[in-house]
């Protein structure tokens, strides 16, 4: 076996850090405040149990699902993740691993890449948005990503933004001037292969967001910074704003950071194809419950009108079997990800993959099933408190 290959997504993240400058890899691990929901999101899955058989198992396992209208060659989506700069070919590297291994590709409007040089590697892609600027900025940037072939949008709305972090909040430079360049190159010395691989490609780590201006103009693309900036300035949206969204898009729908009852049935009533259970990773406001505690009240609520997906913590193959039991369509991966794109690019993204099918079929051999299709509530051990639900009125 190559000495590249990352037998877990734990070792694909010891080796990003050995590989990253000490700034860019804390940006990748991310979490707020105390890291409450970002612990959580990992925790809570090594609380469930699983019930396996020991005999008349299936020897066939298809882990294939439909998610939007996609067809997904196991229950996995990658999620999207802004401004990709790890590795010299960012999301375009991450949509041909995606493309290899037959999942779509959620593609961040905050992505380094433009959409199109995304959707030419990679038929399923899904494009990400955020609810900032005008209704006509945010409809022009529809107008782009569906001219390039995307085939869903995704609505992040689960981003509050921590302004710190007790561990301390990474340094991110604004751009990469010589002055940024001066400051971060004792780090980055030190990471002297992350550093060959940008001077072979020629070009410094891209810190701007060229969705968010029309094609052609991408020069004068903001800095993250300045698009979060955008985003921090719009007054966040309203239901109807939602129902603008869906309406304007056209296609299918997805709504991502839901984690009560009262948003889920607001968003069905808002005419979205799909939501995803999601706390953006930890990001959002911390304290938040990890998505697989809330994801079965969801499910409950407004699983037999809509499509449940889950996004958080997702770093097994037994993870997305236990989401999918639980009721999700599929599982949407972040970091996991990006620690396999940061060690070794796109073969690091599809080993990752490669590692959470092997999961996933480990565990339907032991559960009996042939189909991810056939995953119930039962197969999962759920000890007491551990669900949460968020948003229905406390008894009296």
């Known amino acids: 076996m190559s000495s590249q290959w990352m037998e877990t997504v734990a070792e694909a993240q010891r080796r990003a850090k050995k590989r990253l400058p000490p700034s860019v890899y804390s940006a990748l691990l991310a979490g707020s405040e105390r890291g409450t929901s970002y612990d959580d999101n990992l925790s809570a899955f090594g609380e469930l149990g699983l019930a396996p058989h020991v005999a008349g198992l299936s020897q066939q396992r298809d882990l294939a699902t439909t998610v939007m209208g996609q067809h997904l060659s196991m229950p996995v989506i990658i999620s999207p993740t802004g401004v990709q700069a790890v590795h010299p070919e960012g999301e375009v590297a991450v949509a041909r691993a995606a493309a290899a291994r037959g999942v779509p590709m959620g593609l961040s409007s905050f992505a380094s890449k433009a959409v199109e040089e995304v959707t030419a590697v990679n038929s399923q892609v899904l494009y990400q948005s955020y609810w900032m600027g005008t209704r006509e900025a945010m409809a022009r940037r529809f107008d782009r990503a569906r001219k390039a072939g995307c085939v869903g949008l995704i609505a992040t709305l689960d981003w509050s933004f921590s302004y710190g972090r007790d561990w301390g909040s990474p340094a991110i430079p604004e751009k990469l001037d010589l002055k940024a360049m001066a400051s971060f190159a004792p780090e980055v010395l030190r990471r002297p292969r992350w550093l060959y691989d940008f001077a072979r490609s020629g070009k410094l780590p891209d810190l701007t967001t060229p969705n968010l201006v029309d094609p052609g103009e991408e020069s004068a693309a903001p800095t993250f910074f300045g698009a979060y900036g955008e985003w921090a300035q719009t007054a966040p949206p309203s239901w109807d704003d939602i129902a603008w969204m869906v309406q304007e898009w056209g296609g299918p729908f997805m709504l991502k950071g839901i984690c009560r009852v009262d948003d889920a049935r607001a968003a069905v009533d808002a005419g979205v ?42 770093r097994r193959g037994s993870d997305v079997v236990k989401a999918v039991a639980l009721g999700a369509r599929a599982v949407m991966i972040g970091r996991a990800y990006l620690w396999g794109l940061a060690a070794n690019g796109q073969p690091g993204v599809e080993n990752v993959l490669d590692v959470l099918r092997g999961g996933i079929d480990s565990a339907m051999l032991g559960l009996g099933h042939s189909s991810v299709q056939d995953l119930r509530p039962t197969d999962v051990l759920v000890p007491d408190g551990f669900t949460r639900t968020l948003g229905v009125p406390a008894r009296s």
């Open 273 to 314: 194809t799909a939501v995803s259970v999601s706390n953006h990773g930890g990001n959002n406001i911390d304290g938040t419950p990890a998505p697989i505690r809330v994801l079965p009240s969801i499910v409950d609520a407004v699983g037999d009108q809509i499509e449940v997906v889950m996004d958080g913590g997702v």
